[in-house]
């Protein structure tokens, strides 16, 4: 029978991660599309959805680690 395992990783970190790819992805595809980035041009606000796309997927993402987290642990019982 399988052993039960603890889930090891930090939502932080992995929600911080997911947002981080996120965010290079879209200013990559954003660089190819308009050959500039969203930044580049700062006063115009055009980064402001890219950058709150980036802040919602942090926590969408941190949810769904804290989530799996507690999917993943023990439970104290033991199954019969």
Known sequence: MAR???SYRNPFISAL?????FF???????????EKLYF???HYFEWMEYV?????TFFL???V????????KKSDTKPE
Request: aromatic share 18%; net charge neutral.
């Open 17 to 21: 991660l997911f947002a981080l790819l």
């Open 40 to 42: 580049q041009d700062y």
């Open 52 to 56: 709150l796309g980036t802040i919602t």
């Open 24 to 34: 290079i992805v879209t200013n990559i595809f954003y660089w190819v599309f308009n």
């Open 65 to 72: 680690e804290f989530i799996r987290n507690l999917m993943g």
């Open 4 to 6: 039960q395992r603890v």
């Open 61 to 63: 993402a941190l949810i």
